[in-house]
């Protein structure tokens, strides 16, 4: 926000970019109050990411997925020699997705779900932001005490610690248990996976979330992503997604064996 | 003499009486969230005993605890069962070893979850009320009952609205699967199930929970239990993530995210299998 006014301040409308500032809303510890059901914008199931693009996305392009053309391009991830085999042999086997089985995305897949289908509601007080996700109800209660990582600890959605930098909520998250995929053309990542997200609320009704994942032992240099969620009115809420309880994501799942048979049965 | 005594007697279970029943007007008074008004009930919590083996009261088992019903009424403790919907219960007991939705890492309803092995925390602030339960990572968010029920579908997890009676949350749930169970017994209710939950602090540490349970499709009338949950206040404990994996079987385990078994090392020859 300041970056943005900045150019505009010097000129005119200082007032206005400092006014913008301020009626951010906020608790009464001054962060900003995140507080609310949240949407991320509509498109594919990947973020907008910064980088070069390969245009593979069968998720949501080519392959009949849900939001077919629309959303953004899959990234070329930069994955060591190794990984990008690995991820051509999962490619294979995208029935294989944990998320079809309705294991728990992981991060940052936990917010990067296809646009404008499931909301996340946010609970915030002095001592943690809570993320209560519709999609795989998965829940995160992120401290923002100045804790540090458990050890001996491995997590589909790591363990994620919190801080204030400004008015950005940053949350470094560790300690994943090397299981997740970031989405359903078979990226992955494994243990060694740590993720920087930044949560800016940069107006009333708008979230700017980065995410940045550096994995050594599957990119050789970190990979960005970056979307925006916006307010969901309040008349709406949180339904209940239970994937577990009546599966039916693996039909979804167009690879040779598995969706089909599912599809007959 | 003796008349005395029985006086004196019938004096004390009268006590005892009053103090347990719900309309009894506690007077303990919780902190408040940072508007000055809402209760504040945020925190970790679970209840001490094993009732969610049957909340009817059970022996002693093999590594648990004996449990009294946490059935308040009838007074017998028992659930005013029709005849024909005891006969089902009966056959889930029988099942329960692979019947229970619980043993393939459902979620566990209304009021089960709140009973459980494994805590819950309570997220609030003001305008907002949302309990997580560990197991399954199951979480129900409360909304006013300025606003009717989301109700043309069955929840798991129910549909939730609640108001404040004082320092107590009371909250109407509908919407329930019929495939939820009450307990590890097959204690069950069907989809007309209607629950009111009230949750009151006793004490600092102490959450009374009472659940008045309305199913006349399963039960000749309507019936309540109440617990307790009490505050985990071990140094930096925490809601942990508990999600199952499948064996080779397919049959998914609860595996703690502190047990080696939950992290996939990476390494090439376990990506090349």
């Known amino acids: 926000m300041m970056r943005r006014c900045l150019p505009f301040a010097v000129f005119v409308t200082a007032t206005l970019c400092v006014f913008a500032q301020s009626a951010l809303p906020r608790l009464p510890d001054g962060h900003p109050d995140l507080q609310g059901l949240w949407m991320k914008s509509a498109g594919g199931f990947q973020g907008l990411f910064i980088g070069s693009l390969d245009g593979t996305n069968f998720a949501a392009g080519g392959r009949g997925g849900r939001g077919a053309g629309r959303g953004p391009a899959v990234p070329e991830y930069p994955y060591t020699p190794e990984a990008a085999a690995e991820r051509a042999d999962r490619l294979r086997r995208g029935y294989e997705d944990p998320e079809a089985h309705c294991h728990l995305p992981g991060v940052p897949r936990a917010l990067d779900q296809p646009g404008g289908l499931y909301p996340v509601q946010i609970i915030q007080d002095e001592k943690s932001v809570a993320l209560l996700h519709e999609a795989m109800h998965d829940v995160r209660i992120i401290p923002t005490d100045n804790s540090a990582h458990p050890r001996n600890y491995w997590a589909w959605d790591g363990d994620s610690r919190g801080r204030w930098e400004g008015d950005t909520l940053v949350v470094d998250v560790s300690n994943f248990n090397g299981r997740t995929w970031l989405d359903m053309a078979a990226n992955f990542v494994d243990e060694n996976e740590r993720v920087v997200e930044r949560f800016s609320l940069v107006d009333r009704d708008t979230i700017q979330y980065e995410a940045t994942i550096t994995d050594p032992t599957v990119f050789v240099r970190p990979v960005q992503m970056r979307f925006t969620l916006k307010r969901v009115p309040a008349e709406q809420q949180i339904l209940e997604y239970s994937c577990l309880e009546g599966e039916r994501s693996l039909q979804h799942y167009t690879a040779e064996d598995g969706g089909k048979k599912r599809r007959e049965q | ?273």
């Not at chain 2, 219960?89 to 070893?97: G, I, S």
Request: glycine content about 6%.
């Open chain 2, 1 to 273: 003499m003796r008349l005395v005594v029985a006086v004196a007697t019938l004096a004390m279970l009268t006590t005892a009486d009053i103090g347990q029943s719900a309309g009894d007007a506690k007077s303990f008074v919780p902190g408040r969230l940072w508007d000055g008004k809402t209760p504040d009930f945020r925190g970790i919590w679970q209840v001490r005993d094993t009732a969610y083996l049957n909340i009817e009261g059970h022996a002693a088992e093999r590594g648990i605890a004996a449990s009294k019903s946490i059935v308040v009424d009838p007074p017998d403790g028992k659930i005013p069962y029709k005849p024909e919907a005891l006969v089902a219960r009966q056959e889930h007991y029988r099942t329960r070893a692979t019947a229970d939705p619980s043993v393939r890492c459902y979620q566990a309803g209304v009021p089960r979850a709140t009973y459980l092995a494994t805590p819950l925390q309570i997220l609030q602030s003001p305008g907002n009320f949302a309990i997580v339960y560990q197991e399954n990572h199951a979480f129900r968010v409360f909304h006013p009952d300025t606003r009717p029920h989301f109700d043309n579908t069955d929840w798991w997890m129910g549909d939730t609205r609640y108001h404040w009676e004082g320092d107590t949350l009371v909250a109407d749930v509908v919407a329930q699967t019929d495939e939820a169970w009450l307990d590890q017994s097959g204690n069950f209710h069907s989809t007309d199930v209607h629950i009111v939950e009230r949750y009151q602090m006793t004490g600092a540490d102490a959450l009374e929970y009472e659940a008045r349970i309305e199913d006349p499709v399963v039960y000749r009338r309507p019936w309540t239990l109440r617990t307790v949950l009490y505050r985990v206040k071990q140094p930096g404990a925490r809601i942990v993530e508990d999600e199952c994996l499948e064996d080779a079987n397919g049959v998914r385990h609860h595996i703690a995210p502190t047990d080696p078994r939950n992290l996939l090392k990476s390494d090439y020859t376990r990506w090349k299998r």
